[in-house]
């Protein structure tokens, strides 16, 4: 068998998988959360036996490194410290002299993960509008994660004239094809409905995920002339095609643009989901929040759930806080004073002090409270009805604003 390099060893990813989410281990996971135990990556991941000091790991087939990385990375991207095999399963893992039978094993296991229940791992997703066909097609963050290896899988695959890669590769694209037209629809439902809280989240989404399909088609310098180059690139960014003609109804591109505008909304100032939705370094450091499933984090700046679902999951079994919620409120009050004209943090810590009054005193009292401002008093203040109702309602102001700009 044909040695091809790889990366990290496959007992360290483990390491670092049951690190950042020690729960995927539990005996108890199938009782607690029977969705996340039958997720394909998780179940691949809690049969691996990693080999010790003493045994001769067991050699893996290239394709099941593979999965291992895939699944690795699908687990723990919406975690707070994912492991680190972007670049591996994007392209290293497919290099020229790979096998067609190897590689066609590849892509069949990424045109499978597709379809996998992202939910069981992630917040970050919403749903079509209510009441519309698409009330239950799910568009997540995790989509833009197989675009990449879609994406990756055909641009290996065009590397062949051989019949069964030409073919494998057509099915990439029309799979590709039509996720992005799922992406598209269901914005279309949200922006007709005029829900624009969920327009928001769905934008945020859309971009992320567009833009990661962008850089792997840079990363495998995709000839311009490639038919998923003209097609599909720079969605977000441009409107028309090379021939004038509006792509997806223009709705990729509002979602794109939405996502960088900067949002009036009255008394608070503005804000952008460009500038929320960023790494959140600050909260990897509170190991308290790799314990649960359900601290993972959401879209920002919609905190509001994660923060009650935190300060409950944390809180002793008197109801007191603990010290690990202690920990991770400062870590959030830090954190949020540092970054101004944001604000999920702000959100987070008002749901920590709605379920304990007391933290308002910490808050007052907490390092940099000579920096608050009355700004910062305003957002703990807004119910969180108010506070999504005043993004929403931007939100749709401006995309009525945003096609005169093409």
């Known amino acids: 068998m044909a040695k091809h390099p790889r990366g990290i060893a496959p007992e360290l990813l483990f390491t670092q998988v049951r690190g950042t989410m020690p729960y995927l281990f539990s005996e108890s996971l199938a009782q607690e959360h029977p969705e996340l135990e039958q997720f394909p990556p998780a179940r691949l991941w809690r049969g691996f036996i990693p080999a010790n000091k003493e045994e001769k790991a067991t050699e893996l087939s290239h394709s099941d490194y593979f999965r291992l990385c895939l699944s690795a ?33 590849m892509a069949e296991f990424v045109l499978q993960s597709r379809h996998w229940n992202f939910s069981t791992v992630s917040t970050r997703y919403t749903t079509g509008a209510p009441g519309s066909a698409l009330e239950n097609e799910k568009l997540s963050g995790h989509l833009g994660e197989w675009f990449t290896v879609s994406c990756a899988a055909y641009c290996a695959m065009r590397k062949s004239k051989v019949p ?68 599909f690139y720079k969605l977000t960014a441009l409107p028309f095609d090379g021939d004038k003609n509006l792509r997806y109804q223009g709705r990729l591109w509002v979602a794109g643009e939405l996502y960088k505008s900067k949002l009036p909304l009255g ?91 007391e933290l308002e005193k910490r808050w007052s009292h907490s390092p940099g409270a000579a920096s608050l401002s009355p700004l910062h008093s305003q957002v703990l203040a807004l119910p969180k009805e108010a506070f999504e109702a005043l993004w929403g309602e931007a939100a749709l102001a401006e995309m009525d604003d945003i096609p005169s700009r093409a």
């Open 164 to 231: 069964e890669a030409v073919g494998m590769a057509e099915k990439l694209f029309t799979a590709i094809e039509s996720e992005i037209a799922r992406h598209s629809e269901i914005f279309g439902s949200l922006w007709r409905a005029k829900d624009g809280a969920r327009s928001l989240k769905a934008a945020a989404n859309i971009a992320h995920n567009f833009g990661d399909l962008d850089r792997v088609m840079d990363m495998w310098e995709l000839p311009i002339g490639d038919p998923l180059r003209l097609r």
């Open 73 to 105: 990375h699908y687990l723990t991207c919406g975690t707070p410290v994912p492991t680190d095999v972007d670049n591996q399963i994007r392209l290293k893992l497919w290099p020229a002299k790979l096998s067609l039978e190897t590689a066609i094993e």
């Open 267 to 357: 008394s608070l100032g503005s804000g952008s989901l460009a500038l929320e939705n960023h790494r959140h370094f600050a909260l990897r450091k509170p190991r308290s929040l790799r314990e649960k499933p359900e601290f993972v984090l959401p879209t920002a700046p919609f905190f509001d759930d994660w923060g009650f679902a935190v300060a409950k999951g944390l809180s002793e079994a008197d109801g007191q806080p603990s010290a690990e919620l202690l920990d991770v409120f400062d870590t959030l009050a830090e954190a949020w004073i540092r970054q101004p004209g944001t604000f999920a943090y702000g959100r987070g810590l008002r749901s920590f002090m709605v379920t304990h009054p």
